[in-house]
Structure formats: structure tokens, C-alpha cells
């Protein structure tokens, strides 16, 4: 059973930065695909970045260029760098973990609990 916990949400203005961390269980961050999806209310769960098992990643449109996923084996940690944060980046982020060898699909089979980052004018 994989756990993860992701801490480092919060309230930030307008083009501030946060930095999301997820902790795993075992070796769950280097061995799976890790993805760092979100949810806002009403509006559908969407993906915002993931990374292989080899490090490759893949940022969604919205926020390529603002935002960076980052891996830390060694610290069973993923992260999110988030810069230059905006009113629509307001949502529940949810760090997740799946694929399959290693390889991202675009399907995670575990999830954290969630956390919150909203973004004020």
C-alpha cells in the first residue's frame, strides 16, 4: 500500500510562489509515475504536472513555465515549485502515484489526501 502526504499549501497573493511536498511510503516516489493533479470546486479534476521513474516529466499547459515538479529519492519526496501564482491556480492539489513500470499513462491508483492552495488577488 503506497501513502502519501502532501504538506506546504496555503494562502498566497497574486504572484507569489508556494512549494507543495509530498511524502511517500518506501520507495514509492522513485518507483512509480508521481503526478501532482487538482481539483477547484465545480470544475473537473485536471492534471498539473508528472514525472517518470527516469525523471522525465510533463507539465500541463496552463502552468508550463510557472510550475515545476521535482523528485527527491533519496527523501522519498515530490515536489511542486509553484511561481507566479494566480486567482485561477486556486484549487485542492492532490499528489498521486501510478503508471506502470515506471512509465507515466495518465493513471494513478493512489492518491494523498489533498491539500489546499488558494491564490488572492
Known amino acids: 500500500q503506497v501513502r502519501l502526504m502532501e504538506s506546504g499549501g496555503g494562502l498566497v497573493q497574486a504572484g507569489g510562489s508556494l512549494r507543495l511536498s509530498c511524502v511517500g511510503s518506501?520507495?514509492?516516489?522513485?518507483?512509480?509515475?508521481m503526478g501532482w493533479l487538482r481539483q477547484a470546486p465545480g470544475k473537473e479534476r485536471e492534471l498539473v504536472a508528472h514525472i517518470d521513474s527516469s525523471g522525465r516529466t510533463t507539465v500541463a499547459d496552463p502552468v508550463k513555465g510557472r510550475f515545476t515538479i521535482s523528485r527527491d529519492s533519496a527523501k522519498k519526496t515530490l515536489y511542486l515549485q509553484m511561481n507566479s501564482l494566480a486567482p485561477e491556480d486556486t484549487s485542492m492539489y492532490y499528489c498521486a502515484a501510478g503508471g506502470s513500470g515506471g512509465f507515466c499513462y495518465g493513471d494513478f491508483g493512489y492518491w494523498g489526501q489533498g491539500i489546499q492552495v488558494t491564490v488572492s488577488e
Open positions: 518506501e520507495d514509492s516516489i522513485a518507483r512509480y509515475c
